[in-house]
């Protein structure tokens, strides 16, 4: 028959040590605790040399007396490590959803504790033990990723993309989805794109000066770029004030070739300032025709010059009143507003200007999707042109 071991705890060792230092007949301790002579040798070994960091429990490190900080430091030291390994090797996995970040935890369980991934990765314990015991079919898989991917590109457009041009982008990167099923995703996820509000309209028609026929008469369709261009101006509210904001766009590829931001509405610094930018930007090598309304910014005789001086362009003029027949800017108009302007907290001139620039520059006329274009980009479309 096994004899059972007697099990001391840690106070009990202590104690006993202690006590031994104290008393010179070492032989009295070890009849007042019952234990051997053995015993009490291996417990005093032990405390010399691990002193407070003696007797820690079944399988517990032992750190030697003075050592306790250090032990501590390299302890944190290799959680770090640990930490930054499990973050490193699954951010990837996580930024492509949840089930691919359950994936993850359970092909490195065996290297990594379930918790500390969980915790590393922003991740609930209790609902990856939940999708463990009932893992998802691959067609719900296929569905929320489908989901988190509308999630992805609708936040980064900044709310300005809908269903349409996310199922466009969707197909680019290998997901094809009608715009029916993407509005279907975005509804329950609770996605909706901007809103548009209307705005006021800043022509000045009431005047004497020459007013051009209207020439374009609602083809915005052309073959080539330079062949048309519109403009149109429009106004933006600051906190105390107006800025008004002139656009020049190329009708071929829908690009803004010129645009100047500006606190009056002289010639000088909406059509002219407009006009100089475009003509930097895009040369005019045949016959260019010019479309704007009939506000005195382009009828005035400091615009026209301008314009005459150029043998190959012809005005072109919107019939009074008649808005559609410059359809195209005020569709951008209508996008910017919505898209940029009436969602923010009224801005300075300064953060205005740029806010602008990064909407027209770095996000219209690069990576936006335009209906007019087969929803494509204007570099995607300009490439299948082949022009770049």
């Known amino acids: 028959m096994a004899v059972k071991r007697k099990i001391y705890d840690r106070n009990f060792k202590l104690e006993a040590v202690l ?11 070890e009849k007042q605790f019952a234990i051997t002579p053995s015993l ?39 959680n770090s490590e640990l930490n930054f390994e499990i973050l490193k090797k699954g951010t990837k996995c996580l930024l492509a959803g949840k089930i691919m970040s359950y994936e993850f935890i359970q092909k490195n369980e065996k290297m990594y504790t379930v918790r500390r991934m969980c915790s590393v990765l922003g991740i609930s314990e209790s609902s990856y033990r939940r999708w463990k015991r009932h893992p998802v079919t691959e067609a719900k898989k296929r569905k929320e990723l489908i989901k988190e991917k ?16 996310i199922a466009a982008e969707m197909h680019k990167h290998g997901l094809p989805i009608s715009s029916k099923l993407t509005a279907y995703y975005m509804k329950q996820s609770g996605l909706r794109k901007k809103i548009k509000r209307m705005y006021k309209i ?26 048309v261009w519109v403009s149109d101006i429009t106004y933006i509210a600051l906190n105390k004030r107006f800025l008004y904001l002139t656009i020049i766009m190329d009708l071929f590829d829908r690009k803004i070739i010129g645009w100047n931001l500006s606190t009056r509405l002289t010639a000088a610094e909406t059509s002219l300032a407009a006009w100089e930018m475009a003509v930097s930007r895009r040369i005019i090598s045949s016959r260019l025709l010019f479309h704007s309304d009939r506000g005195v910014q382009y009828a005035c005789k400091a615009f026209t010059s301008k314009l005459d001086s150029y043998e190959c362009v012809t005005r072109s003029m919107s019939r009074k009143g008649n808005s559609y027949d410059n359809a195209v800017s005020e569709s951008f108009f209508s996008s ?20 602008i620039y990064e909407y027209i520059e770095n996000w219209y006329n690069k990576k936006r999707r335009h209906s007019a274009l087969g929803y494509k980009t204007i570099e995607e479309f300009n490439c299948m042109c082949g022009l770049i």
């Open 19 to 29: 006590l031994s230092y104290k008393k010179d007949n070492i032989a009295d301790i």
């Open 40 to 78: 009490l040798n291996r417990w005093r070994q032990e405390y010399q040399k691990f002193g407070t960091g003696s007797f820690p429990g079944l399988n517990k490190l032992k750190i030697p007396a003075g050592q306790e900080e250090i032990y501590h430091l390299e302890k944190q030291l290799k």
């Open 150 to 165: 509308i999630s992805y590109l609708f936040f980064k457009s900044k709310k300005r993309f809908g269903p349409v041009r």
């Open 336 to 355: 910017i507003k919505r898209e940029l302007i009436y969602p923010g907290k009224l801005l300075t001139k300064v953060q205005m200007k740029a806010e």
């Open 202 to 227: 800043t022509t000045d028609s009431k005047h004497n000066l020459y007013t051009a026929p209207n020439i374009l008469n609602q083809q915005f369709t052309v073959n080539s770029p330079s062949v």
